[in-house]
DNA sequence: AAATATATTTAGATTTGTCTAAAATAAATT
DNA sequence: AATTTATTTTAGACAAATCTAAATATATTT
């Protein structure tokens, strides 16, 4: 079966959102979509007529077995893009959410694949997040906030919570990506603001950011200092893994 | 300005039929995007209030410059994608259409000039048309179809006409491809029909046809002969370029 | 030139996705 | 427990793109 590109935006919204929470209210999508409540409502119904919702009138609402499948889909072909335009078109990690976000609803399930070996069955997108494989698996890893991490212990960076642009600006300008190794140095009681110890590899240092403004590509030479510090606020949304 | 993928649509099958014909008809529009005359009708008010159309009721209609502009915009991004399925995910000429259909509609114009760069900035795309450049400019060259081809003249497949699965299938397996060197050996005057000689590089010998079908992947050995009998039909169909 | 046939446009309806404003339900507070 | 506040749903409207059926304009024939 076939969705229109705004039920597939509903659906991968809510399978965000459960995965978070559980249920999902109205109001949550509602603000994840921009949109308003009542066409969220709207929605809603057409999603339940659909079987893929289980939803009850004012009591909340999260995806069946094939509306999570659907949501996985959408997930994997909106991942394996990013990947595509930063391995292969070279964009920064922070320029291709907004074009991926295009290119999922594409339909042709051949594609998707072709894709997929094209790039060699990548396990992880460009900000660290899984790619569900051809059958929808998606592989989980444990991973902890940097607030979580113990102090001195190596761990490497995994994934971004929040992706916005301006996130991610900053972590690069501060030289931490996915895959950076680091260590907690100090932990400052007074802001739970964090110093943090960054292991660069030759790789790292050389990096720098391009930014497309206005048709024009930009470098900017980053910061490579090896020890930065990082707000809670930032601190809460790195996360990494780190052994045993 | 953005534009819906409808309106795109249609200024993209406009352009295509204006380049053929001049002046574009209510019918023959409707025709070609399969649907009726009353929704040409309704769109086309639509499409020159917008002022990329010159219309009167009744009298015909085409592009204006700045409709002109936009349709080749899309005709570059299909005609990119094109290229890109071929030669990167190796789909078989005649699989691509669809897909690109739907990928000349991705709005970002960084991607479309990242893209082109990524591929080395194809000329033309795997049926032989040109692909016009970032600023719109497309390179028309002087070709003929085979019936009009002098006997014994040699040259090289350049584009297809008709490019529907069924021609290009039947054209794959006769080993005819863009850029085959062929000559006119006979033309038979009951009805039109040629047989060409065809001079095949080694690379074409070996080539074989990938097909999917439910998901697997099937591959066909072509017939390797080097003389063909084409009909009439499929001539007119077939366009060459030759020296002097 | 009148009659017939073809092509095109208009009028009015339908579907999808959205909205605002009002009503209904649930949750929180006193 | 009653009242207030917040959330969710319904009712009714609107824009975009399409359709059918009817009306109008143009082209072709006799």
Redesign the interface.
Known sequence: MKYSTSKENYVKAIFHLQEAHGLVTTNALANELQTRAASVTDMLKKLKNQKLLIYEKYKGFKLNQEGRKIALQIVRKHRLWEYF?VE????GWD?VH??AE??EH??????V???DE?LGFPKSDPHGDPIPDSQGKLIARVQVDLLQLPIKKSARVSSIGDQSPEMLELLTHKNIGIGTKLEVQKKFMFDNSLEVKLELSGKEMKTVQSE?DG?KTIKKQMNNRPLVTISEHVAKNVFVTYEE
Not at 88 to 91: A, E, G, I, Q, S
Not at 106 to 111: G, K, P, Q, T
């Open positions: 335009l292969k078109l070279h964009f320029e907004e074009i295009e290119l594409i339909s042709s399930v051949a594609l694949d072709r894709l094209f497309t048709g």
